[in-house]
């Protein structure tokens, strides 16, 4: 189930052109999201270029990244379309989101 969802906001996030994908994994999760999820500790020189950015840094946590393009995938940006369909359900349990 993590795997679809992690598909599916990658699909979303490459529609809108995102390059790279960062977050912070607290210690004993580094495995699962490099291993589980193509994710890799960042470098030096990942570093010093992150450095001209202004990111929230917390406390005991590794920083990840994954390209969503480029050379780690050697996928041209390229992005499909993503559209999200919605309707109101009729079992009362929320929304229904389809995409296509």
């Avoid at 020189?45 to 990244?65: E, I, Q, W, Y």
């Amino acid at each position: 189930m993590c795997r679809r969802l992690m598909d599916y906001v990658e699909e979303m996030l490459k529609s809108l052109k995102v390059e790279t994908l960062l977050l912070s994994a607290i210690p004993h999760l580094v495995d699962t999201w490099t291993s589980g999820f193509g994710f890799r500790e960042i470098d030096d020189s990942d570093k010093k270029k992150l450095s001209k950015f202004r990111l929230a840094s917390v406390p005991g946590t590794v920083l990840l990244k994954k390209n969503l393009y480029g050379s780690d995938t050697g996928e041209q940006p390229n992005p499909k379309p993503f559209k999200v369909y919605s309707r109101m359900p009729r079992n009362r349990t929320g929304l229904n989101i389809t995409c296509r």
